[in-house]
Nanobody, 125 residues
Framework: VQLQASGGGLVQAGGSLRLSCAAS????????MGWFRQAPGEEREFVAT????????YYTDSVKGRFTISRDNAKNTVYLQMNSLKPEDTAVYYC???????????????????WGQGTQVTVSS
């Protein structure tokens, strides 16, 4: 499985961006998908995840009410709609896929099997 993230860019505080992550592979619809981010000098952290079965979602507290994760299985794509962006959201954002989830929600990096290359999001104040 290959993941290709896109949609990052430079935006002012309060603005919006939508990230996309296109996946190869015929079994995408059965993968749990997640978004993580890594700010300069920081560890990579969990942002959001969406299940394969009922598209249930889970978010880290700092993005609840501002970010929305969704998926289109017909297009093998997962999205992260980011609204009301803040400078502290600045990071490289990575999408990831878990082909065999054991527990849900899937929030730990080691649980994910495949990773995209990352897309830079910069929020100016």
């Amino acid at each position: 499985v290959q993941l290709q993230a896109s949609g990052g860019g430079l935006v002012q505080a309060g603005g919006s961006l939508r990230l996309s992550c296109a996946a190869s592979g015929r079994t995408f619809s059965r993968y749990v998908m997640g978004w993580f981010r890594q700010a300069p000098g920081e560890e990579r952290e969990f942002v959001a995840t969406i299940s394969w079965s009922d598209s249930s979602t889970y978010y880290t507290d700092s993005v609840k009410g501002r970010f929305t994760i969704s998926r289109d299985n017909a297009k093998n794509t997962v999205y992260l709609q980011m609204n009301s962006l803040k400078p502290e959201d600045t990071a490289v954002y990575y999408c990831a896929a878990d082909r065999n989830p054991v527990t849900v929600p899937v929030t730990l990096m080691f649980e994910y099997d495949y990773w995209g290359q990352g897309t830079q999001v910069t929020v100016s104040s």
